[in-house]
């Protein structure tokens, strides 16, 4: 997979790529990330990629035109699956979403900043829209890595373990069940004698109904 990151702020976006699971991915060769910084497409003076919107009001719009040239130089290159948008407005990032794009060959991810890009960029280039949460933030580059990193680790050989994420949380629409490690007995708090007792049908029967407990008092509205 190759992601391609637009962004006016490349360097917010690096350290998360440089440790743990995304960085190791990227070494083994399963997965590219390239940032581009917009304003390498910018004619204007100063670099200028933004400016003040049409009709007024506060905070300032990034323009059509660097955007288009970069998305352009990159689609002249190779065919891309997905051109995301990071906003607010956009679908709320999900597991199945996730799942979904961890299949893409190619991405480009749109960073979105200030009051956001002009409505033109929308309509004309993106095919889908994604936010990470009923909030704002100063712009898209950390709801970029938060994509990232759900997506990436899903791809086969990302994980040592790649049984590991089809047990995460949401991946069969509950919570998670309780995990648990040595040792069995701390201070008095004991793991549960069932894991401990090697009979798998039985553990996995208690992890399925530990599941759908969790899910029911911690996120009623998943069982829906």
Known sequence: MRIDIITVLPELLKSPFEASILKRAIEKGIVEVHMHNLRDFTDRSYNQVDDYQFGGGAGMVLMIEPIDKCIGSLKAERTYDEVIYMTPDGATLNQQMANSLSLCENIIILCGHYKGVDQRVRDAFITKEISVGDYVLSGGELGAAIVCDAVIRLIPGVLNN????????????????????RPSDYKGMKVPEVLLSGNFPKIEAWREEAAQKRTEALRPDLLE
């Open 162 to 181: 790649e049984t590991s994420a089809l047990t995460d949380s949401f991946q069969d629409g509950l919570l998670a069940p309780p995990v648990y490690t």
